[in-house]
């Protein structure tokens, strides 16, 4: 369950420290009382299993196949020059990097 969480606060951009402010309601709504822990215990203990996990689940899907790494040089609308950098695996598409040069 842990692991879980972290995994929805990695998501959705919410940092760890604000479980310390979830922790009573946790506690009472949680059949395992004290079962979540508090931040600085998730990011020494627990963080770095689940980016570990998601670098494995990464190198599964991406191992020994193709991945080309696209960059366009073009002026936005306010002809301002920016670099848009895209990856492109199989028929997928997306675009990773925005940057404004100066």
């Not at 002026?75 to 040069?101: D, R």
Request: glycine share 0%.
């Amino acid at each position: 369950m842990i692991e879980d969480l972290i995994k929805v606060f990695v998501n959705a951009n919410i940092l760890l420290e604000k479980v310390n402010l979830l922790l009573p309601f946790f506690k009472k709504y949680l059949k395992k009382e004290g079962a979540i822990t508090q931040a600085p215990t998730l990011y020494s203990i627990y963080l770095l299993k689940v980016f570990d996990k998601h670098i494995d689940t990464l190198k599964s899907i991406f191992d020994a196949k193709p991945i080309y790494i696209i960059m366009d040089k073009s002026n936005n609308n306010c002809a301002q020059s920016v670099v848009n950098t895209f990856f492109t695996y199989y028929l997928y598409t997306k675009l990773v990097f925005i940057n404004f040069l100066k």
